[in-house]
């Protein structure tokens, strides 16, 4: 089996093959160790999980490994969202929380995370702590503390209300309340069923929802909501006229938006579209935090309001130890995650969706004729990603070669710089870049691009391609 390595988000595996109950509990068990290292763990630590297949039973075995270690364990009732859990660790003070999840990876991944006492995903200093302590413990003379005396209490909890609560603090509900809009929710058979339909209905005027049943499968969908995955949400906007549909990914800590009339506004647009918002209807903050793979709109729309941004690696991680700062406003990445300031450094899928839904009650117009307006101001932008599989040996080849030297040109535009932060970003004439690097959590390339004119952007796309069939060889 291969070495347990923490990714963006925690280690992600494939069920009954490498993602197993003993391989879970070595993980808990260095978790465990490493928590023992930093001092006292009388506070205890939030355990919750998602709709998969044997989540449940992955968590109440880490619930029993983090007991024996003397550990207080506060375990959810039920399946729970990714900022639920988050919040709960602020609200109860914990150590910090364990989220047996994989995210919006397909059905068959198996993942667990952990996130420290701030709230936010674990650093990178604390992950390689854990993979250390998981490397001690398999080691021939690796042993786990003697486990003697009383295991400490495991106490079920119900997560919902006190994260509901700070919901309705963070958000204009009079405007929702006034406008009475009609609205299609999408939970994807994942967490958000009972908490974003549960929010929203003392507020929509008519309030229709999809797959709320408990799938592990998904549908035989992958639990993220991306445009090609929600064509039932568009026929149900459409169908229905409503004015927004709102879906959330299997962990609800992403969002999938689409507008009246059954159109898919990417998030990148969203993003942008909320922080203007929020510049407007928000206290201001002297800081936006964006990854390297999201858009730079992000960039003109801070600087035309006086504020900063911060560019950080790919990993909401990364945006989190931002936002944990202060004085952040929103914190961004292009794969449908964001958070904002007085909330959580981690992304909230439900606050997002809900601050679109109160974006669209207050303003009264359709995110299309918003989108035209940002446009006006700023100019378009047009972006998108491509993810590809390649061959482990064609994935080094490239990697190998763009160290060895970035190219001049990419087709007819010119590289002014390449950054190398995390992958190699290419920054080029015309206000356009280009963003090559593998996932953390699956075997893929992934390949970002943003040009002003989607003439420029098919121009980039193709260009970017040989460049990866010709390095890769």
Known sequence: MSTIRFGTSGWRAIIAEEFTFDRLSLVVQAIANTLRKEGSLSKGIVVGYDTRFLSREFAEEAARVLSANKIPVFLSRRDVPTPCISFNILHRKTLGGINISASHNPAEYGGIKFSPAHGGPAGVEVTHKIEEEIQALVSPDGKERAKEGKPAKIHPIDPAPPYLRHLASMLHVQELRKARLQVVVD???G???????????????????LRTTLDPTFGGRRPDPAGENLSGLIREVRKRRAHVGLATDGDADRFG?????GHFIPPNDVISLVLEYLIETRPRATYVARSLATTHRVDLIAKHHGMEVVETPVGFKYIGEILSKGNCLLGAEESAGFSIQHHLPEKDGILATLLVAEMVACRRKSLREMLKALDKTYGPFYSTRIDLALAESSKRNLLRQLEEGAPGRLGKVKVLKCGRRDGFKFYLEKESWVLLRPSGTEPLLRVYLEARSRKDLVHLKMATERLIRKSSL
Do not use: W
């Not at 009972?194 to 929203?200: A, E, S, V």
């Not at 938006?257 to 009339?261: N, Q, T």
């Open 187 to 189: 939970c994807f058979n």
């Open 257 to 261: 938006i689409i507008d009246r009339g």
């Open 191 to 209: 967490t958000s069923r009972g908490y974003l339909d549960r929010f929203l209905r003392p507020y929509a005027g008519g309030l229709h929802l």
